[in-house]
Nanobody, 125 residues
């Protein structure tokens, strides 16, 4: 499956952005998906994840209550709505998908084989 992210940009602290990840290739609607981010000089960090069936999404501690992951399987698209953005949210954001991801591995970037190219988010103070 191929993944393409969009929606990044420059926003002031307290603002919002919505990232999109469009998939093509294998039946994406059966793939668990995750959003990760990587700030300059830091390790890649789990942001949010969602299984392909109905179920509770999972969020990183630093974004809980501010970010929402959703998916539209008819459009092969996953979204990341980011509200109340902070300067520390500045990073390159990646979406990832892999059919083999399960609940216990969703937060582990090594569990995902398919990655997008990333979209940059900059939050100014």
């Amino acid at each position: 499956v191929q993944l393409v992210e969009s929606g990044g940009g420059l926003v002031q602290a307290g603002g919002s952005l919505r990232l999109s990840c469009v998939a093509s290739g294998n039946p994406f609607n059966r793939y668990p998906v995750g959003w990760f981010r990587q700030a300059l000089g830091k390790e890649r960090e789990f942001v949010a994840g969602r299984r392909w069936m109905s179920g509770f999404p999972s969020y990183g501690d630093s974004v809980q209550g501010r970010f929402t992951i959703s998916r539209d399987n008819d459009k092969n698209t996953v979204y990341l709505q980011m509200n109340s953005l902070k300067p520390e949210d500045t990073a390159v954001y990646y979406c990832a998908a892999d059919r083999g991801v399960i609940a216990s591995t969703m937060r582990d970037s090594r569990a995902y084989k398919n990655w997008g190219q990333g979209t940059e988010v900059t939050v100014s103070s």
